[in-house]
């Protein structure tokens, strides 16, 4: 993964859009997709493999490209193209998600499984994420840090909030303006 650590916290779909940031792709391989899925392990229904290859990341990165364009549409009151609607719809399909019953030597309780390779296990996991922020009402608020030079976007906790991150951007931008108000002093 790059020098830039990705932004994680927000919702899961959006968590996978930030991995697109003004400094790069943080998804530009393999081993960067399983480093991503390490730091969002406790929001995914499974661990990260041991390895992913290069169809686990084409199916992650598709997942994104169609979240992220729907999600622009969404954001400027437009209607999503249904070819992204579909994109996402199919990632779900390609691997199912069933509620298994199962003994576990007390009782019969519920396991969620999917079938299939793990990226592709993920990317339905994540294309089920997108479609539910995409009908969440909440979606409207979601903005684009202040920041110049980023182009991270968030769902606010708060009214105020106008970056990212307050130790990523905000801090940058407040240093920035300290700067501009003394240097001519």
Known sequence: MSDLAPLVGEPLALDLVNTRSAAGDLLASPGDLLAWWELE?????EAAPAEAGAGDLT????VRERVARALGHVLRGERP?????E????????SPAIDEAVWDGEAVTVVR?????????LAACLAEAAARLLADPAVTAIRTCEADDCVM???PTHPRRRWCSPTRCGNRVRVARHYQRHKTQ
């Open 41 to 45: 392990a406790d929001r995914l229904p």
């Open 153 to 155: 976007l968030f769902l």
């Open 113 to 121: 499984r999917r079938d299939g390779s793990p990226g592709l296990r």
């Open 59 to 62: 199916a992650v990165r598709e």
């Open 81 to 85: 193209p249904s070819a992204d609607l």
């Open 87 to 94: 994109a996402l719809n199919r990632a779900q399909r390609a």
